[in-house]
């Protein structure tokens, strides 16, 4: 595949958009230590369950806070589930299932339920070899030395991603990912912020194939132009996003424009890695569970809900440093650590969202992205 850039300065085949890599992690369950090596060299780390060290200066006592009310919402969940769903080879689209999403899905069901909800169940039942043929072939070089540079920058505090020598290592099947997605998409290529989505995915997944088909949904269904060179499907959401605010918050909207917020400085993200690499794992996961069966309005709704819990810090702020020093800070805040109250928080904060609507100014917003 020829590789080349377009007028916007953009490789056709491996699109940048120069995003930053400052993760912050959090997890169901009981941290446990990991001796497993490092390019580092260090040696016995606390990490959770997925795999990421916690820092220095995590909060262990507002964790410990969080998890002795959550781990019991967990173990109520599951027996819900395992109630209602105990085929994982079949699942209905339904109400009943959109509020069991909602409500969070089981970590050893999470995997399948996705596959399901998203339509990459039937995608891999309707060509079952593809992963492996695209395997077989030879990805554009481009594309290949541009993943390989963004390797070492996924997820570096998690064990998971160490060196190539370490065998538990998901660094190999996280490039055998991305270049079959590539292939598989030649009007994408690669954009950088993929390797956190397919990153995270291999991690709940624990299978490159599964990961792919995902990935793959993500972007040919569910996503569609979120990861196309040109990034106008970022844009315009990023656009979108100050249209709601207009529409649901107008003091707001008014006092940032006064500051000379523009919303194209906003959440790109948020949006490009799904909040990956953005917001605390479990509540990432928690999005994602929304987002495979209900769609992009779900990220849509948690930009929503970060701007509308800080609309008075915003509202405080008296100039355009501050009020971008608060959307920066806003992921990383005590409310989106404590997820399930955080995903109730999303429906009910944001109100109705009509999807007619929410169409006709998306709609908007991508021709005047196009026109810009």
């Known amino acids: 595949m020829a590789s080349g850039a377009d007028s916007n300065g953009h ?29 580092n060299g260090s040696s016995e780390r606390k990490v959770d369950p997925y795999g990421f060290e916690r820092s220095e200066d995590f909060d262990f006592e507002t964790y410990e806070q969080f998890m002795s009310s959550y781990l019991s919402i967990l173990a109520r969940r599951a027996a819900r589930w395992k109630d209602s769903y ?15 999403c909602r409500k969070g899905i089981p970590g050893d069901l999470r995997p399948d339920v996705w596959m399901l909800a998203s339509g990459a ?7 079952p070899n593809r992963y492996k043929s695209l395997l077989s072939q030879t990805a554009d070089q481009a594309v290949t030395d541009a993943i390989l540079l963004d390797i070492h920058r996924t997820f570096p505090e998690n064990v998971y991603f160490n060196a190539l020598s370490d065998p538990q290592s998901l660094r190999k ?18 954009c950088q912020g993929m390797n956190f989505v397919a990153g995270l995915l291999l991690l709940v997944t624990k299978s ?4 792919f088909w995902l990935m793959d949904t993500l972007i040919q269904n569910i996503l569609p132009d979120y ?31 006064a500051l000379g917020v523009e919303w194209g400085l906003v959440g790109a993200k948020w ?5 990956a690499d953005v917001m605390p794992v479990e509540t990432v996961l928690r999005i994602w569970d929304c987002m495979f069966l209900e769609g992009s309005k779900i990220l849509l709704r948690v930009a929503l809900t970060l701007v509308t819990l800080n609309k008075d810090r915003l509202l405080a702020a008296t100039n355009f440093p501050q009020a971008m020093d608060i959307f920066r800070d806003i992921v990383h805040e005590p409310p989106s650590l404590q997820c ?17 609507r929410i169409k006709s100014m998306r709609d908007k917003c991508v021709k005047d992205a196009l026109q810009s």
Not at 208 to 211: F, I
Not at 271 to 275: A, D, K, R, S, T
Not at 340 to 356: D, E, N, R, W
Request: proline residues 3%; charged residues 25%.
């Open 11 to 39: 490789q056709k085949q491996a699109s940048q958009c120069s995003l930053s890599s400052s993760s912050s992690s959090s997890s169901a369950g009981s941290d446990t230590k990991s001796n497993s090596g490092s390019e």
């Open 227 to 257: 990861y196309a060179a040109n990034m106008i499907a970022v844009k315009a959401e990023q656009e979108l996003l100050g249209d709601i605010v207009k529409w649901k918050l107008p003091l707001l909207h008014s006092h940032l424009a």
């Open 86 to 100: 105990d085929d994982k080879r079949k699942i209905s689209r339904s109400r009943k299932l959109k509020r069991f």
């Open 271 to 275: 949006f490009i890695c799904l909040y």
């Open 208 to 211: 490159e194939e599964r990961a």
């Open 121 to 127: 169940s039937e995608r891999m039942a309707e060509d």
């Open 340 to 356: 399930h109250s955080f995903l109730q928080s999303i429906f009910s904060v944001t109100g109705s969202m009509p999807k007619a």
């Open 173 to 190: 099947p996280l490039q055998n990912v991305l270049e079959a997605i590539s292939i598989s998409n030649p009007h994408v290529g690669y």
